[in-house]
C-alpha cells in the first residue's frame, strides 16, 4: 500500500467528503460521529513534504482544517484548485491569506465566540490568583519560606475579590 495515500478506514464508504488537516490543531478531538461524514487527509502524519502532499490530493480537496498555529499562504490556496472553504479552529483568520481566498470566492469561517465563556473563566481564574496571592503562596511555602514561630516573618495577605470588583464597578 502507498504509505502516502490515505484510505478511510473500512467501516468508512469510500465517497466521504475529505478534510484536509495540514497541522493538527492544538485541540483536535475529533469525534467518531465526524469520521463517519468525513475522510480526514492529515498531512502531518504524511512522509511526503506539504507541497507534494497537497500537489497528490489537490483534485479533490474542497475543506481545508486550520489553526492559527501556521499560516495558510497564497502558495497552499494556489496548491489547492477545488478549494470551496477554509474552517479556521482558532478565534481569528489572520492567519489565512484572506485576499487570495476573497479572490479564488473561498468561503472562510472560524469558531467566533466558541471560546468566549473559557477565556473569561480562565480570566476570573487569574484575577483570584492574583487578589490571593495563590500562587505567589504556593512558591513561597514549597520554597522552605514558610516562618517558624519564632521568627515572626509571614507571607503578606492577599486581598479579596469582592472588594477588588466593589472598587472597580
Not at 475522510?39 to 475543506?63: M, N, W
Not at 502558495?75 to 477554509?86: A, G, N, Y
Not at 516573618?153 to 477588588?164: H, K, N, Q, R
Amino acid at each position: 500500500m502507498d504509505p502516502d495515500h490515505h484510505h478511510p478506514p473500512p467501516s468508512q464508504p469510500p465517497d466521504l467528503r475529505q478534510v484536509l488537516v495540514l497541522h493538527p490543531p492544538p485541540v483536535f478531538s475529533v469525534h467518531e460521529h465526524f469520521f463517519s461524514k468525513f475522510q480526514i487527509l492529515k498531512a502531518y502524519e504524511s512522509p511526503l513534504p506539504t507541497l507534494d502532499f497537497l500537489r497528490a490530493h489537490a483534485q479533490s480537496v474542497k475543506v481545508l482544517l486550520c489553526s492559527g498555529a501556521r499560516p495558510i499562504t497564497a502558495d497552499v490556496i494556489r496548491s489547492l484548485p477545488e478549494l470551496q472553504i477554509v474552517v479556521s479552529a482558532a478565534t481569528g483568520v489572520n492567519h489565512i491569506d484572506m485576499a487570495e481566498c476573497h479572490r479564488r470566492g473561498i468561503r472562510v469561517t472560524n469558531l467566533g465566540d466558541v471560546l468566549s465563556d473559557d477565556v473569561a473563566d480562565g480570566a476570573v481564574g487569574l484575577l483570584m490568583d492574583v487578589m490571593r496571592r495563590i500562587s505567589g503562596g504556593d512558591r513561597f511555602v514549597r520554597g522552605g519560606s514558610w516562618p517558624d514561630a519564632e521568627a515572626g516573618g509571614c507571607y503578606p495577605l492577599g486581598s479579596t475579590v469582592s472588594i477588588f470588583l466593589y472598587i472597580h464597578s
